[in-house]
């Protein structure tokens, strides 16, 4: 069973040479205590025996040997120490084993065709593994609980497991390796509240790995991980119950992953980190998040967060069906705050905002949004924009599901579709722009549009629930193509307003909708009021704008609308400019205020009353 036993009795190592051991059951080379070596030239040779060459509690130096072949275990090291260089283990379901050790030291070695583990190091207090090469094999490195792990300059290719697993270290220092190709793990390594200084992770390339680096418990960050490049993972980076923090100094890259940053239960941070071409940059699972400076580039989705307060400021995302996908899920206190963000090209939606669940706050200042089927998508809880532009919708520039919406100096700009669809819930809209598509669809409880300009659409304020309740103030609405201003259900007062369609401009329909009428300027080419009631301070003439082709749809000196409206400052207090309403004593009528501080002359029709 056992091929040969050496017991030391003194630190001299004992000398073998031109010895043979082959197909015994059980060991080959059983060593104890003291110190031991062998070489190429000492022509030791084993095969066949389960255990190749073990040692206990013994020194254990290799240097370019022969190690054993047809063995589950070449060589196992129980206690004492390993040091091993310049050899290569090409069969074994283990390559090395090396269990509470003083020291490992495995250098310059080459492994393949090992169907488990090439390198198994437990509870030593000090492994090294260096310039070493793991090819077509299933998993190349595991360390467990080491005192200190320092893997460099290593080859990991081809791989059916993992490259390197290391659990439950003290210190973790991997630089200067090469992985390619692993059906499990680039690098894996589970800690317990660890401090970044735990590890280090320097110069590495890790590339077509189901999960390119995952870590649990220990901080990520620019002290602990530099000039890493991941590359067409699945997951490129993951982590869990620990924050990632990373900017431009960690000089990382991330191309081509699937996912490519992710973080579960711990907080993300980002500065100035640009994700290229991967089809999700960005996943945190109930992990506050915060991102400035930033550039992401997608295929799929520039980022999903699922619950969390999420922080975002000056970031740019490019490509994909999603620009920003949020959801908090079921977490309460979520919310979601965004300024100064530049969407390009997410073809199916700029910002998806989910509120279904538990109640949630997203809040936009400053966004633009392009090339997007849906510009923001929103569905439950609130939703609060300011200055935000989305550009060429096909769908619908922004669109509301049973959520209290508010929305001021919105743009929506050359769209096919809605600019804006509100159904259910409340929205209010103030100092908007939509220009072409469909205008503005509300089917909610109630709305107001307020100091707003429709131009060159099919409708302009359509309006849907039976029970609602409207109101359109100091609005213009010129250039409709067919419906100015249509009740197909609910209540719409209609105040200071401009409506200007070259088919109907006020319409409602018979029995199901109702529009009251009050100083405005109304003109339909086809028909001006339907089913509706001329208001008695209404106007029909021409509103004299300063250049309607040029769509300057801005009151010119001779306007009926000038100092013809009613105060409504209660309910507007400044105009679509920004101008306070009411600027020279008088109330105009329409989005804009007359600004000239000259004044204005227009003639006055016998039928009016001079004031």
């Not at 890259?253 to 993300?268: D, H, K, P, R, S």
């Not at 600004?595 to 016998?606: A, E, L």
Request: proline share 2%; glycine share 10%; aromatic share 10%.
């Amino acid at each position: 069973d056992w091929g040969m036993v050496l017991v030391n009795l003194s630190d001299q190592a004992p000398q073998l040479s031109q010895v043979t051991i082959k197909d015994n059951k059980d060991y080959g080379l059983l060593v104890y205590n003291g110190n031991f070596s062998v070489a190429k030239d000492s022509q030791v040779q084993i095969s066949g025996s389960n255990y190749g060459l073990m040692t206990q509690n013994a020194n254990c130096t290799i240097r370019s040997w022969n190690a054993p072949i047809g063995s589950p275990y070449p060589i196992y090291v129980y206690r004492g120490t390993l040091d091993m260089d310049s050899t290569d283990i090409l069969s074994g379901t283990y390559g090395v084993i090396s269990y509470d050790a003083e020291s490992s030291r495995v250098t310059n070695c080459g492994f393949a065709n090992i169907s488990y583990i090439a390198v198994y190091d437990v509870l030593s207090k000090s492994s090294l593994v260096e310039n070493c090469r793991f090819k077509e094999l299933s998993n190349a490195l595991y360390i467990y609980a080491a005192t200190t792990g320092q893997i460099s300059k290593c080859d990991f290719n081809s791989l059916t497991g993992s490259a390197i697993i290391a659990a439950n270290q003290t210190q973790l220092s991997v630089q200067s390796c090469v992985i390619d190709q692993c059906k499990n793990y680039g690098i894996y390594c589970p800690m317990t509240n660890a401090t970044a200084d735990a590890i280090s992770l320097t110069d590495l390339q890790i590339s077509n790995c189901t999960y390119g680096m995952y870590f649990t418990g220990v901080p990520i960050d620019d002290s602990n991980l530099q000039n890493v490049q991941l590359t067409k993972n699945y997951y490129a980076l993951l982590l869990q119950y620990a924050p990632l923090t990373l900017t431009e100094k960690s000089s990382i890259q991330l191309v081509g992953n699937t996912y490519a940053l992710m973080n579960y239960w711990g907080e993300i941070n980002l500065n100035s980190v640009k994700l290229a071409e991967n089809q999700i940059g960005l996943y945190g699972y109930f992990s506050p998040v915060t991102v400035t400076g930033s550039y992401l580039s997608s295929t799929n989705y520039g980022c999903i967060l699922y619950g969390g307060v999420v922080k975002m400021d000056n970031v740019s995302f490019e490509g994909g069906n999603y620009g920003i996908y949020y959801d908090p899920y079921t977490q309460e206190g979520c919310s979601f705050t965004a300024s100064q963000l530049d969407i390009r090209s997410a073809s199916s939606v700029g910002i998806y905002s989910i509120g279904r669940d538990v109640p949630s706050q997203t809040t936009l200042s400053g966004v633009t949004i392009d090339g997007s089927a849906y510009g923001i998508y929103c569905t439950g809880g609130t939703l609060v924009t300011d200055q935000v532009t989305v550009n060429k919708p096909t769908v619908f520039g922004m669109y509301a599901y049973n959520a209290t919406s508010q929305h001021d100096r919105l743009q929506i700009l050359d769209g096919t579709s809605w600019g804006v669809y509100g159904n259910l819930g409340e929205m209010n809209l103030s100092n908007i722009q939509v220009r072409g598509g469909h205008g503005v669809l509300v089917n909610t409880k109630s709305s107001r549009l307020a100091s707003s300009l429709i131009s060159g659409t099919t409708y302009g304020f359509y309006t849907q629930s039976a029970d609602g309740q409207y109101e359109v103030v100091n609005c213009t609405l010129a250039d409709i193509g067919y419906l100015g201003i249509y009740a197909n259900r609910g209540q719409i007062s209609v105040a200071n307003s401009i409506i200007q369609s070259r088919a109907y401009a006020l319409y409602a329909e018979n029995g199901r909708g109702s529009i009251t009428s009050d100083h405005n300027i109304v003109q339909g080419t086809t028909r001006t009021y339907t089913n509706v009631a001329v208001g008695p301070k209404d106007i029909d003439k021409q509103p004299v704008f300063v250049n309607a082709a040029s769509r300057d749809y801005r009151l010119n000196s001779g306007s009926p609308a000038i100092n013809a409206g009613l105060d409504l400052s209660h309910l507007v207090s400044t105009d679509l400019d920004g101008n306070a309403r009411g600027s020279f004593g008088g109330y105009e009528i329409g989005a804009y205020e007359y600004m000239n501080p000259s004044g204005s002359v227009r003639i006055v029709q016998w039928h009016e009353t001079a004031q």
